[in-house]
């Protein structure tokens, strides 16, 4: 009974693991999705474009990050 519930244990971790990546992948997604940085008719503010490069960056690193401890 023991085994059952460590199993039990390890598959809800790595389920909220992987929810947690998913979400990760759907904020760059959104990042990539046209605005500051996909459309060239409007003119965005040279803010607009750092705040969405930035973000870009931060969601990228944050899956590479999660990539890697997953790797490991």
Known sequence: MAIGRIVNEMARIASSALRHQERHVERVIEVLVPG????????????EL?????????AVERWKLGANRRSN
């Open 50 to 58: 750092q705040s969405a490069r930035a973000e870009v960056a931060r």
């Open 36 to 47: 500051p940085l996909g459309i060239v008719e409007h003119k965005f503010s040279h803010g």
